[in-house]
């Protein structure tokens, strides 16, 4: 299969490399996809992209129009993909349904200690050989409330780690899984108000988008830790920023940002003009801001890789790609419906 990847960051070569074996043809650029780049992906079969991708419907009926049948995706989020558009155009969409749900666990976790021990700050004072503990206080997470909103692969693994470190976990899902342990499973509104950490680990939906809103702050504790590593737009920023300098929050470490797109992922230092609401931010001692990367790993980049070639072998031989399918009308989502059917009849 002829595939096009577009948004390739040098770490990511060897790694797919390593899992495609010479097997499909893939071309590898770091521009990002666009309505201006479609052109490299001119006489392909396939485009592979990433998150910060440009997967609307004008440029998913661009790619139609040249041909391209398939979308891989190298995430596990589909929100930056028109996934109406492609399936309206017969474009089929995978996208790595599981990658080391550790990786971003533990990247949540490391959020969440940095603040609370002011490691950043430390570290900046004792480059400069001010040693003094002024200001450098923090908590035990021993016996503290942590609310897990989101009990997916992710969502599990920041809870174990939580747990394991004394922490009561309560967890809140739409349909939470059956043998979850050692979480307290609770409403939506009483996680909020009883939580002392709150993480968040649910994909970005109509139904999603700003999730943490004015009424869900005003709902938690003062001084909470808000954790969001898992999309951006779950976080309605400006109500969060007021919350922080009112002191209703009192720690926020963030990996995604809403604004994020053709952001992240790139140099802007030498930007003139920045984005203003991520200025005021992170110039706020008690946030913590990294640039969307607690998929970096080795072991989920290569996993990232494995799925995603898996993919294009799947579709070159006409099969199902399976749990990855991630098309409008997915086959997952048919399975579903045929069982549903079953259990009628």
Known sequence: MKVVAYSIKSFEKEFLAKSNQKKHDITLISNPLSLETTMYAEGKDAVMVFTNDDVSAPVVNQLADMGIKYIATRSVGTDHIDREAAGARGIKIANVPVYSPEAVAEHT?????????????????????????????????????????????????????FKGMGCKVL?????????????????????????????????????????????????????????????????????????????????????????????????????????????????????????????????ALQQIADRTIKNLDQWQQNKCVGEACACANSCREQKVKEQVTILDK
């Open 171 to 299: 967890g809140y899902d739409l349909a939470p899984p059956d043998d979850v342990k050692n979480i307290q499973i609770e409403s939506l509104s009483t996680l909020l108000q009883q939580s002392d950490i709150i993480s968040l680990h649910v994909p970005l939906t109509p139904q999603t988008h700003h999730l943490i809103n004015r009424e869900a702050l005003a709902m938690m504790k003062d001084g909470v830790m808000l954790l969001n590593t898992s999309r951006g737009g779950l976080i309605d920023t400006e109500a969060v920023y007021k919350a922080l300098i009112l002191g209703r929050v009192g720690y926020l470490g963030i990996d995604v940002y809403e604004n994020e797109k053709g952001l992240f992922f790139q140099d802007h230092s030498k930007d003139v003009k920045k984005d203003a609401l991520l200025q005021k931010l992170i110039a706020l001692p008690n946030v913590l801001v990294t640039p969307h990367q607690a998929f970096l790993t080795k072991e």
């Open 109 to 161: 976790l490391a959020l969440a200690f940095a603040l609370n021990r002011h490691v950043v700050q430390a570290n900046e004072h004792s480059h400069h050989f001010d040693f003094k503990l002024e200001n450098l206080m923090g908590f035990n997470f021993h016996g503290k409330t942590v609310g897990i909103i989101g009990l997916g692969h992710i969502g599990l693994a920041t809870a174990a780690i």
